[in-house]
């Protein structure tokens, strides 16, 4: 759950400073502009964490021996 606000929070101060220069009655800018800016830049891409599965797959191996 903290893991979603800090992503709010980024989101928020990302768009909070890519609109500081904006005057009133400008179109603002939104995550959609940020996020189809980004793809145009550096193409699609994620980001997959593997480094946690290590520890699920080898408690589960203990598991698996024991009940052998």
């Known amino acids: 759950m903290i893991s979603t606000y800090r992503a709010v929070l980024a989101w928020l101060s990302i768009i909070a400073h890519r ?14 502009d940020v996020v189809k800016e980004h793809w145009a830049t550096y193409g699609r891409n994620f980001f ?8 699920i797959i080898a408690a589960i191996g203990v598991q698996f021996c024991n009940i052998f």
Do not use: A, C, M
């Not at 609109?19 to 959609?32: A, F, I």
């Open 19 to 32: 609109n500081k220069d904006k005057k009133p009655g400008e179109k603002l800018v939104s995550v959609s």
């Open 48 to 55: 997959s964490r593997y480094d946690y599965e290590v520890g």
